[in-house]
């Protein structure tokens, strides 16, 4: 019989995991938000200027 042998991850293992998975989250946000501000999103042309003065004299 073959006794198995099961190693226990040492406290710098999974330190060093965790700090790996946080660096590539934070490294793929930052990819993200720049292909992001690469996109040109389309602006409205016409400006609206709409009176709302009776709208707050009646609110009063």
């Known amino acids: 019989m073959q ?3 099961n190693r226990q991850k040492s406290l710098r ?3 060093m ?3 790996l ?3 590539v989250f934070v490294g ?3 990819i993200v938000v ?3 501000d690469k996109i ?3 602006k409205p ?3 609206f200027n709409t009176d709302i003065t009776n709208e707050i004299i009646r609110l009063k």
Do not use: A, E, T
């Open 13 to 15: 293992d999974s330190l």
């Open 45 to 47: 042309d016409k400006k």
């Open 40 to 42: 040109n999103f389309s």
């Open 21 to 23: 998975k946080l660096i």
């Open 3 to 5: 006794l198995k042998f």
């Open 17 to 19: 995991q965790k700090m």
């Open 28 to 30: 793929l946000f930052v």
């Open 34 to 36: 720049f292909l992001l």
